[in-house]
């Protein structure tokens, strides 16, 4: 049976004691959904992970009380009422929860998130192995600029030492509107191959303001595919068979481009009307030359997609100004060189996301298939297929990033997402 997220019960229409029926959404705070996404990812584990047990984890605290002393001798210099505390030892919780100060507990060691889920229910919690996960949740919580304490004494986690870097070094920002009208002119660059599902959908969701598209065909000759449909744009496409690498296809796919500005997409994937819309805004935002994009992967069906251990934010950079210097490295999951040498910084537009339906449109043995074509070109194998990950409802998530800034541009010296 598919899994619908941990909260799937909570989802039932409401009706309150005048018979007017409540949204759900609108009972869902910040904290129960962080609360939700928590136990979500935590019901799962991933095939191959071993268990480890989780009160070893935590070692022995020298001194918890001070420790927890000086949590709040920062949060009262910042002006803080409440804290964040990142990685808690278990040994520290009796003596937090007895200040009965509001905090929130965060943690990218699972198998320790588990056991403090198991020894303290009551704990607020959010548990996720990426950091960018993280960062976007709570940025749209409201726990951007909240006082960031390091509450274990042992070495800490990698992923937690990067959220503790960019709570504090990301800058949220508004996007002026701007029509598409007056916008840069923009490229679209996908890669394709005749057999994708779905083709005639991917063209037919693509706007009419686009100056160009620019398709490179992994096949040996453009007479072998089927007739493209009309368009409002221009078209260019060259036949070029995928034999060495995803980065030489999308080098090729950028030799191409003429526009300002060029978005990367693939045949699996689609923006919604209202990501289009806001494209021009992100093209004419001051100081920004390269935007990344939260990508959701629908599954089990297009009402939810996968969260936990990296799957959710899955930020991709698919936005960029086209300047001299930009390749792509990388025969599998490649990615853009040279976007720090551009003028202009990165950002993430937190709330505009990409729909990845691959799970939606294709069969396991096509997606086993084409990640065995993945680890063929990346020389080694790589890539496991699981049948069930954590899931949430997609509206629920997008009523929690509603309060997300429109933009958080990146500190330069932190490096890109994933890197």
Same mark, same amino acid.
């Given at each position: 049976?598919?899994?619908?997220?941990?909260?799937?019960?909570?989802?039932?229409?409401?009706?309150?004691?005048?018979?007017?029926?409540?949204?759900?959404?609108?009972?869902?705070?910040?904290?129960?959904?962080?609360?939700? !996404?928590?136990?979500?990812?935590?019901?799962?584990?991933?095939?191959?992970?071993?268990?480890? /047990?989780?009160?070893?984890?935590?070692?022995?605290?020298?001194?918890?009380?001070?420790?927890?002393?000086?949590?709040?001798?920062?949060?009262?210099?910042? &002006?803080?009422?409440?804290?964040?505390?990142?990685? @808690?030892?278990?040994?520290?919780?009796?003596?937090?929860?007895?200040?009965?100060?509001?905090?929130?507990?965060?943690?990218?060691? %699972? /198998?320790?998130?588990?056991?403090?889920?198991?020894?303290?229910?009551?704990?607020?919690?959010?548990?996720?192995?990426?950091? !960018?996960?993280?960062?976007?949740?709570?940025?749209?919580?409201?726990?951007?600029?909240?006082?960031?304490?390091?509450?274990?004494?042992?070495?800490?986690?990698?992923?937690?030492?990067?959220?503790?870097?960019?709570?504090?070094?990301?800058?949220?920002?508004?996007?002026?509107?701007?029509?598409?009208?007056?916008?840069?002119?923009?490229?679209?660059?996908?890669?394709?191959?005749?057999?994708?599902?779905?083709?005639?959908?991917?063209?037919?969701?693509?706007?009419?303001?686009?100056? #160009?598209?620019?398709?490179?065909? /992994?096949?040996?000759?453009?007479?072998?595919?089927?007739?493209?449909?009309?368009?409002? !744009?221009?078209?260019?496409?060259? @036949?070029?068979?995928?034999?060495?690498?995803?980065?030489?296809?999308?080098?090729?796919?950028?030799?191409?481009?003429?526009?300002?500005?060029?978005?990367?997409?693939?045949?699996? #994937?689609?923006?919604?009307?209202?990501?289009?819309?806001?494209?021009?805004?992100?093209?004419?935002?001051?100081?920004?030359?390269?935007?990344?994009?939260?990508?959701?992967?629908?599954?089990?069906?297009?009402?939810?997609?996968?969260?936990?251990?990296?799957?959710?934010? /899955?930020?991709?950079?698919?936005?960029?100004?086209?300047?001299?210097?930009?390749?792509?490295?990388?025969?599998?999951? #490649?990615?853009?060189?040279?976007?720090?040498?551009?003028?202009?910084?990165?950002?993430?537009?937190?709330?505009?996301?990409?729909?990845?339906?691959?799970?939606?449109?294709?069969?396991?043995?096509?997606?086993?298939?084409?990640?065995?074509?993945?680890?063929?070109?990346?020389?080694?194998?790589?890539? %496991?297929?699981?049948?069930?990950?954590?899931?949430?409802?997609?509206?629920?998530?997008?009523?929690?990033?509603?309060?997300?800034?429109? &933009?958080? %541009?990146?500190?330069?010296?932190?490096?890109?997402?994933?890197?």
């Amino acid at each position: 049976m598919p899994r619908h997220g941990a909260c799937g019960n909570a989802l039932s229409i409401l009706v309150d004691s005048g018979g007017v029926v409540v949204s759900p959404l609108e009972m869902m705070d910040a904290r129960y959904i962080l609360d939700t !996404w928590t136990a979500e990812v935590l019901s799962f584990r991933m095939a191959g992970a071993g268990h480890v /047990d989780a009160a070893a984890l935590s070692g022995p605290v020298a001194s918890p009380q001070a420790l927890l002393a000086r949590a709040q001798r920062l949060m009262q210099a910042a &002006g803080r009422s409440r804290l964040l505390a990142l990685g @808690a030892e278990t040994a520290l919780l009796p003596h937090l929860t007895a200040t009965g100060l509001p905090c929130l507990v965060v943690e990218t060691r %699972l /198998d320790h998130a588990r056991h403090i889920r198991a020894a303290w229910p009551h704990v607020p919690l959010l548990a996720d192995s990426s950091p !960018w996960a993280l960062l976007l949740l709570l940025t749209a919580a409201g726990w951007a600029g909240e006082t960031v304490q390091p509450l274990q004494t042992a070495p800490q986690e990698d992923a937690l030492v990067r959220l503790a870097r960019l709570l504090p070094a990301v800058r949220p920002f508004s996007v002026p509107a701007t029509p598409a009208t007056v916008a840069p002119s923009l490229s679209l660059a996908a890669i394709l191959h005749p057999q994708e599902p779905d083709l005639a959908g991917f063209f037919a969701h693509l706007p009419p303001w686009l100056t #160009e598209a620019v398709l490179v065909w /992994d096949a040996p000759d453009l007479r072998d595919l089927a007739d493209m449909p009309a368009t409002p !744009w221009p078209v260019r496409q060259e @036949a070029r068979p995928l034999t060495d690498g995803f980065h030489q296809q999308r080098n090729h796919a950028l030799s191409l481009c003429g526009g300002e500005w060029v978005l990367l997409l693939d045949a699996d #994937e689609r923006l919604p009307p209202e990501v289009w819309a806001a494209l021009p805004s992100l093209m004419a935002a001051p100081d920004v030359d390269a935007w990344w994009l939260p990508r959701e992967t629908l599954h089990p069906d297009a009402e939810h997609c996968l969260i936990g251990y990296g799957l959710w934010p /899955d930020l991709q950079l698919r936005l960029f100004r086209r300047r001299p210097g930009l390749h792509f490295a990388g025969a599998v999951h #490649e990615r853009l060189q040279g976007v720090d040498s551009l003028p202009g910084g990165q950002a993430v537009a937190c709330q505009l996301h990409i729909r990845h339906e691959q799970r939606l449109r294709k069969t396991p043995a096509d997606l086993a298939a084409k990640l065995a074509r993945f680890d063929v070109l990346g020389g080694r194998p790589q890539h %496991l297929l699981q049948q069930e990950y954590p899931v949430l409802p997609r509206n629920v998530l997008h009523h929690l990033l509603a309060a997300a800034p429109e &933009g958080l %541009l990146l500190p330069r010296r932190l490096g890109a997402p994933g890197a």
